[in-house]
């Protein structure tokens, strides 16, 4: 009993030793959001609303109640706290390890061999994903259900009745409650009767039909978890098929998929053994599967399930082990697409239990069996052999938990991996706007679009970035690509509203509201900007026809015009602004009626009446820089170098801190040939917050190498 306790601290320690560093790891843009940081409903904490929500609700594409009602436990206890949030993964984690070792020690009998599965599963690094993700907190949370159901199943078999039964039924529902991935679990039950509890032997299995048989028992005795694993399939079947989360056969044809999980199973096996490199996100292949590659899985995966069945009377182990593996992987492996991705490190965590099954048993027992002479001596050195392995696997989690430390840190390290990744690009732009350097976000934006251009949440991403660097225009752009893409896109339609009511343009910017509060019809937000932008068109109209009853009075009433050429403009009526503006000029010149008349003559692209309203704006207040900045633009725009230099060089004068107006200067001088004052207003720029755009830098270091190194 003392060696048993011993074993069961070393397990704590190599787990803790190999996860420890992930209680420092923040969350990451990578469902994160869905789960806890963007959650409302998780962020209140357990509250009643909060648990009806987690009962009833769809949200990201799963129905899992338990594994929501665990993400509110925590920001109850630890509130938006990283370090909270993953010490419950990693308990969890710890716990599943611990009822490893436990349960099938009860059920083998075999202390040392059931330690060695409880280490692999407790240190091996492609459990980090499970542990270190926050949002994968359903792998750790239905695995503690998935282990303490068969521990209940194995005191059922002890002595089985309907009152031991009870407990491994409702075991298993809250299992399935926490992720429907656990529907494999009467399967592997039905395993286990053979070994190791020995409720049958082998030649049962052939009397499967005839009435009265072992078999048929334990088979009807199971039809309670069966149909809870049916019912559960279907529910997340339509949880994932309304989340747009299932892919159709025309994005993956069913032969590639059906050769992918072919590679998948070999691929596992492979990154198992040699855990490296291992991803948060593995691509399918733009080019297709390699089909050398697939064949030769396909006779790898053949040939094993052929051996593993030959040796079925002498090692009933192996077929346990080995369909345990390929059976507990099936909702996952590929063959009904859920995703993008072509497999996951996270698929893994209860699958390798079979693998890690044969090799706690395997290697001793060929020992044994075909090297007797040397069975002793090998048998010295096993422990040794398993003890360094264990460490190696320790430092490699140890490693790997590293890369999970932030969003940049993760797809960073994902993206020279697996090359050009249109899901890596994404989260490391959302990444970058959330740390506010938008143009590198704005970057990895584009990197998506260039592959997927109808990527409703890439659209919207890429239009917020562009709000916050203030070019609202473009960004109206994106937002109309993702509710094109997505009518129901309910955010993308109210960040689109803002920008129209901005504009002045309240119709079209209530027709967006509505469409936003069609899709979130209790969002208090969209509910307020509709209701906003409804006031505003009602005192603009009545304001409006003042102006015009006014002007209808007095012809040369300079401010009425101006101020109509102001709603006009507003409501995108540009040519009406021009006229009025116009009016406003001649009647009485200033320099916002020139400003803003240079401005819309240049959104027309009537480039020198532009110019020359910039002109007279700035001769009439020569203090205002963005007069001197727009005018730099224009002359830019018509190939005016020398002029437009000038200009923004007064620019620079006014505001010394104007990081755009550095950036496009340096622009110009690059244009001019001027390097190395090019790299001089790079450096200004970066210094008062700008981000020059990365091909521009590489165009200038092509010409002249970056005097600062």
């Given amino acids: 009993m003392r060696r048993d306790y011993l074993i069961y601290v070393l397990l704590v320690i190599i787990t803790f030793a190999a996860f420890g560093r992930v209680l420092v790891n923040d969350f990451v843009v990578y469902d ?64 599943n390890v611990l009822l490893l070792f436990h349960i099938l020690k009860l059920m083998t009998g075999s202390i040392w061999k059931t330690a060695l599965v409880a280490a692999l599963f407790g240190v091996h690094p492609l459990h980090v994903e499970s542990v270190a993700w926050v949002s994968e907190r359903k792998d750790v949370l239905s695995t503690f259900f998935w282990l303490i159901t068969m521990w209940a199943y194995y005191r059922y078999s002890r002595c089985p009745k309907l009152g031991s039964y009870i407990p491994v039924v409702l075991f298993f529902a809250l299992g399935l409650m926490s992720k429907p991935m656990l529907v494999t679990l009467p399967f592997v039950l039905l395993l286990l009767d053979w070994w190791p509890l020995g409720r049958i032997s082998l030649k049962s299995y052939t009397l499967v039909l005839k009435p009265g048989s072992i078999v ?102 192996m077929v346990v082990g080995w369909f345990w593996y390929i059976g507990t992987l099936v909702p996952v492996i590929g063959i009904i697409q859920v995703g993008r991705q072509a497999m996951a490190d996270r698929y893994t965590y209860i699958p390798l239990i079979g693998i890690f099954i044969i090799l706690a048993w395997g290697i001793p027992d060929y020992f044994n069996t075909r090297i007797k002479e040397k069975a002793k001596k090998v048998s010295s050195i096993l422990p040794s052999i398993t003890c360094i392995i264990i460490a190696v696997f320790v430092v490699c989690t ?65 239009g917020n970035a562009l709000v916050a660097i203030g070019r609202f225009s473009e960004a109206a752009k994106y937002y109309r690509a993702a509710v094109k893409a997505d009518p129901n896109y309910a955010y993308a339609h109210n960040n689109l509203g803002n920008i129209l009511s901005q504009q002045g343009r309240l119709d079209e910017a209530i027709e967006e509201y509505k469409k936003a509060l069609q899709a979130k019809p ?8 509709l209701e906003t932008a409804l006031s505003q068109r009602a005192k603009k109209t009545n304001t409006a026809t003042s102006l015009y009853e006014a002007i209808k009075a007095n012809p040369n009433d300079a401010k009425a015009h101006y101020e109509l050429a102001v709603i006009l403009e507003n409501q995108t009526d540009f040519e009406g602004a021009i006229e009025h503006f116009s009016i406003a000029a001649r009647l009485k010149p200033s320099y916002a009626t020139h400003y803003h008349l240079a401005n819309i003559l240049s959104k027309m692209d009537r480039v020198d009446e532009a110019i020359r309203h910039y002109r007279e704006a700035i001769r009439l207040d020569p203090k205002r820089f963005e007069a001197h900045y727009n005018l730099a633009n224009t002359l830019s725009r018509q190939g005016k170098l020398d002029e437009a230099i000038g200009e923004y060089v007064e620019v620079i004068r006014l505001k010394p801190d104007f990081a755009d107006a550095h950036n496009n200067l340096a622009i110009a001088l690059f244009e001019k040939g001027d390097y190395a004052g090019a790299w001089h207003h790079v450096y200004l720029s970066r210094q008062n917050g700008g981000n020059p755009h990365p091909e521009f830098i590489r165009a200038l270091s092509e010409h002249m190498p970056d005097p600062g190194g």
């Fill in 398 to 462: 140890w490693c790997q938990v590293g890369y999970w430390k932030d969003t940049i840190a993760l797809f960073g390290h994902t993206l020279p991996i697996t090359g050009s990744n249109y899901v890596v690009h994404n989260n490391l732009g959302v990444a970058f706007s959330e740390k506010k350097q938008y143009e590198q976000a704005i970057a990895h934006f584009q990197k998506v679009l260039e592959v997927e251009p109808n990527d409703p949440d890439t659209n919207y991403n890429m």
């Fill in 32 to 95: 994160d959001d869905k789960y806890v940081t963007h959650n409302e409903h998780v962020k209140a904490g357990l509250t009643p609303e909060g648990l009806a929500w987690a009962f009833t609700a769809f949200h990201a594409a799963n129905w899992h109640p338990l594994t929501w009602i665990s993400h509110m436990v925590d920001c109850s206890v630890y509130d938006m706290k990283p370090w909270g949030h993953h010490l419950t993964n990693l308990l969890l984690h710890v716990a």
């Fill in 522 to 529: 209790d969002d208090l937000d969209i509910k307020r900007n």
């Fill in 216 to 317: 048929r028992q334990l088979l009807n005795e199971k039809i309670p978890l069966f149909a809870l694993a049916v019912a559960s399939s279907i529910v997340t079947f339509i949880a994932q098929k309304e989340g747009g989360a299932v892919g159709t056969l025309m994005e993956i044809p069913l032969d590639m998929r059906i050769g992918n999980a072919l590679l998948s199973y070999m691929r596992y096996i492979g990154k198992m053994i040699w855990p490296w490199p291992l991803v948060v996100f593995y691509p399918h292949s733009i080019h297709g599967l390699p089909i050398l590659k697939v064949i030769f899985a396909s006779i790898l995966f053949l040939a094993i399930t052929w051996l593993v069945i030959k040796q079925m009377h002498r090692r009933p182990y």
